[in-house]
Each structure stands twice: as C-alpha cells, then as structure tokens.
C-alpha cells in the first residue's frame, strides 16, 4: 500500500513520508495521534487522504491548516508542496510532535499551540481541515484567515451534502466537489468566494 501511494510522488517528498511515518508511529505509543487501531491504515487511511489535496495547492502559497492534529492534512501538504504552511493545534504535546515531525521531514512550518480562534495569522491563499468540526464551524473559524482571494480544502465524509444545506443558512460560497481517491463516501469541498449572509450585497449581483 506504501508504495502505491508513493508511485506518483518524488523522491525527497517520498524520504519525508517516510521518516515522519516512522516517527508518528513511535510518538503514538505515548500520545495519542492516530487511534491505535487506524495505526496499521496509517499511509491509506490518514497519509494518502491529506497527500490528495497537494495538487489543489497553487505553488508557493500561503496556508493555514486548522486542527493540524497528527498533521493532517498540513504537514502533509508541506512535505509535498513548497506552500508556507501555518499549523494551528491547541494540544501542547501535539503541537510538540508537530514541530519535531517538521524538523525531522526536513521541511520549514509555524507551529501555533493555540486555539484556532486565538491564533494570530495574516491572511492566507488557502485554509485546510480534516476531520474537525461541521462545516458552518470550520466557515466561521476560517473566514478570519482568507485573503480576498482565498479558498479552503476541506476534507468530509458522507454528510457532506447535509453540512452544506447547514452551511447556507449562514454563508453564501462557489462550491465544487472533488470525490475523494481514498473513501467512496468522501468528497474535497473546495469552497471559495465565502461570504456570510448578512454580508450580501443585492446591488452587487453576489
């Protein structure tokens, strides 16, 4: 399974896989990363699903990836593309992994130990999240980082439709769903033009 998710990667983003693999699955043992029993589906189940988006990002963006967790999907992301990724995690011990994990890959991230809603960060290209939070709270967590221009990948399941309708109540977005290479029941939202409902503007046409 490793070296079918790593066919289509090169070489120096394949040796970071693999050394920060090794390291999770030691770290894992004394914090809790990746659940025990999803450690044998660790390069199906979490590497590959955050390895996905990398062709999403545009070259040289700036990111921020909201509950990086274990790191993903945005230490992924930042060991396969050459975006400036910011990782928000408020667990101290998981923000430790992350910055060690990021030394050891041998790629350059900002580590925020906070929550998201206190993390201080200038606008950004694109903002990430896997497995979070339900889509109108992960709107109003990111809409504070985009820039004008900005989009998010958002990784979700099958309730993917449902959160959407949620998410209309509030917020206006182009959407485009991108079926997801590793779970049949799930999609990449890739929204962007986000804005909230009271912001609307009729005469604009938006």
Not at 170 to 196: Q, Y
């Amino acid at each position: 399974m490793e070296g079918d998710i790593l066919a289509g990667v090169s070489r120096e983003t394949r040796d970071r896989l693999v050394a920060y693999a090794d390291l999770l699955t030691r770290w894992n043992a004394r914090i809790n990363l990746v659940s025990p029993r999803d450690l044998v589906h660790l390069w199906s189940r979490h590497i590959a699903d955050s390895l996905q988006l990398a062709s999403r990002i545009p070259s040289g963006a700036r990111l921020v990836d909201m509950g990086s967790g274990g790191g993903f999907p945005g230490l992924v992301i930042a060991m396969a593309t050459d975006a400036q990724v910011t990782l928000i995690e408020s667990d101290q011990r998981k923000a430790a992994f992350l910055r060690e994990a990021s030394r050891v890959a041998g790629v350059r991230t900002r580590v925020i130990a906070t929550r998201i809603e206190a993390a201080d960060v200038a606008p950004v290209d694109v903002v990430t999240a896997r497995a979070l939070a339900p889509l109108p709270q992960l709107l109003q967590w990111s809409a504070r980082f985009l820039n004008s221009e900005g989009f998010c990948l958002f990784l979700k399941g099958k309730n993917a439709d449902e959160e959407l309708k949620a998410a209309n109540a509030d917020w206006r977005m182009a959407v485009t769903r991108i079926p997801s290479r590793t779970d049949a029941d799930g999609v990449i939202l890739e929204l962007s033009d986000i804005r909230r409902v009271t912001d609307h503007n009729p005469a604009s046409g938006r």
